[in-house]
């Protein structure tokens, strides 16, 4: 299959195929390495290889026979969580910047050069929704992608847009462990290309996209433990032939580690999901795992050094590359975001209200545009209480006329439709109590005030629940709760009746549009003692 005028072995066909078996590939070791930032620099440094993994030290560098001179570069750009961001933020990231970085970076080594994306490219900003991420999608085909894993914010409109989005790419979607019924592939579960003569196996990972967006828009699919996912593929792998095996995630970095630890056979992981900057990378086992942050702030790069007689890893070294205003945009690029600037011009600058001061909002506490969110869904719904996830809000509003983008990037996804739910007393204290525990965010309420406190054992934690209306907060009693998708999806409300209620972000910007002008005044409703 040619794909950018690569070759590809395309070893699981489209659903109702099954993959085809290849010759056995010579198993390789791995190498440490990392990289350390000075002033905003990224150094990578070296480190020695590893012996073959079945004999491998994570401490130590053992002796190999003399390196023969043939060693060939291998170089892996790596993108994850651009969420739609075409344009420059805070002097950070740019589609037409990140462009001309890998660009750059792919000249250095033309016949080695791998550029992977690890999902969620498109949905977080208004000119990406209303081009049903076409801004991104064709941004990547200009600048040249060879796989891309989706994101769970990739299902956001939908499957049928999610895969013409992706379709524009130009690139193989791989993806292992999501089906479709009756066991047919969602996506290629994995693609083996061969790079600068080394063949390398790139394997599709992602998170369980039912937590994150609503049935209708993943009808038909099934998730599948990564990990058992990983273990049934990797030796179907190697046997076709795979003699370098990448996993593209979209699980996050805490998954990433469990997954390095229970499949030392994969060389490395590119991941994202979490947002994580991992300057150097990070090695579990003789696994690196890579991931470059969010919204094309930092181009990832991992630079291999293959011997092919002994057919190993004779170096390796990782790096992110910084993307900021020092960075001259890709005139190809650029014109591809100033077609679909232009476009969605007129909406953009649709007055939506006055900010009498900056609106803020926090992923730590419960701030003025956390309140506003949440009291947004209790007035439309009519409930007497509301509570909204602590992350949904990504954006300050800044003080002056506010316009229809700026609602639309302090609250981005659009999948996060909002849902009346109705709960036992007991189960929304259960639901405070996670949310305070650990580094989950707390949920924002309305209706009702509650305080926590952290030197609590666990699940004692919430001290009061207060309702607004001057009843007793009673934990047998049912109540209708005013929330949204990314809060009632998750697995301890399986059992709770919910009634879908339509956009939560037309809500939001309704609201803060009929309840104009706004002070960043917000009250006491989530205490922390």
């Known amino acids: 299959m040619q794909i950018n005028g690569f070759s590809y072995t395309s070893l699981a066909a489209m659903p109702g195929n099954t993959v085809g078996a290849g ?9 440490n390495a990392g990289a350390n930032s000075v002033d905003g620099q990224s150094i990578a440094q070296d480190s020695c290889q590893l012996s073959a993994k079945a004999n491998a030290s994570n401490d130590s560098c053992i002796e190999k026979a003399e390196p023969s001179q043939d060693i060939r570069r291998l170089r892996i750009l790596h993108l994850n969580d651009l969420h739609g961001a075409a344009l420059p933020e805070e002097g950070r990231g740019g589609l037409a910047q990140v462009a001309a970085v890998v660009k750059r970076e792919k000249a250095e080594v033309p016949e080695g050069s791998l550029v992977l994306n690890a999902g969620d490219i498109a949905e977080g900003t208004m000119i990406s929704y209303l081009s049903k991420g076409g801004v991104v999608s064709e941004s990547l085909a200009q600048m040249g992608c060879d796989a891309i894993e989706p994101g769970n914010h990739d299902f956001a409109w939908g499957q049928p847009t999610m ?7 130009n690139a193989p979607i791989v993806c292992a462990n999501l089906e479709q019924a009756e066991g047919h592939e969602f996506a290629q579960p994995y693609v083996i290309r061969e790079v600068n003569g080394v063949k390398v196996g790139i394997l599709g990972l992602s998170t369980d996209v039912s937590n994150f967006t609503t049935d209708d828009k993943i009808e038909g699919l099934q ?16 046997k076709d ?3 370098l095996v990448i996993a593209l995630s979209h699980i996050g970095v805490e998954q990433d580690r469990l997954l390095a630890k229970a499949c030392p056979d994969i060389d490395v992981i590119v991941g994202g999901h979490t947002h994580t900057e991992l300057p150097e990378g990070e090695y579990i086992g003789s696994t ?20 092919m007689t002994t057919r190993q890893i004779s170096s390796a070294k990782a790096e992110l590359i910084k993307v900021d205003s020092s960075v001259e ?3 190809e690029v650029a014109q591809i975001v100033e077609k679909y600037v232009n476009s969605s011009n007129e909406l953009a600058h649709q007055p939506m ?8 909002y926090s992923h730590s506490e419960c701030a003025k545009l956390d309140q506003i969110h949440a009291d947004s869904l209790r007035q439309a719904m009519g409930a007497p209480i509301g509570l909204v996830n602590g992350r949904n809000l990504r954006a300050n509003v800044e003080e002056g006329t506010v316009t229809y983008e700026d609602l639309f990037n302090a609250l981005p996804h659009t999948e996060d439709d909002a849902v009346l739910m109705k709960l036992p007393g007991s189960l929304l204290k259960e639901a405070l109590e996670k949310r305070v525990a650990g580094r989950i965010v707390p949920a924002s309420p309305s209706g009702f005030s509650y305080t926590y ?8 934690r919430i001290t009061s629940i207060t309702m607004d209306d001057g009843s007793k907060f009673d934990p047998n009693k049912m109540y209708d709760l005013a929330t949204s998708v990314s809060l009632s999806d998750k697995k301890m409300f399986d059992n709770c009746q919910k009634k879908p209620m339509g956009s939560a972000q037309e809500i939001f910007m309704d609201y803060f549009k009929a309840n104009s002008p706004w002070h960043n005044d917000p009250d006491q409703r989530v205490t922390k003692l």
């Open 163 to 169: 895969r013409s989005m992706l379709g524009q790419v």
């Open 223 to 238: 998730y599948k433990d990564p990990i058992e996912t990983a273990q049934q593929y990797i030796p179907q792998m190697k």
């Open 241 to 243: 032939g795979a003699e």
């Open 23 to 31: 010759a056995v590939g010579a198993n390789f070791g791995n190498t």
């Open 288 to 307: 690196l795992i890579v991931q470059s942050g969010y919204k094309g702030q930092f181009v990832g790069e991992v630079d291999l050094d293959f011997d």
């Open 453 to 460: 406190d952290l030197s609590k054992p666990e699940g004692q």
């Open 353 to 360: 209200g006055q900010a009498l001061e900056t609106l803020t």
């Open 329 to 331: 945009p890709d005139p």
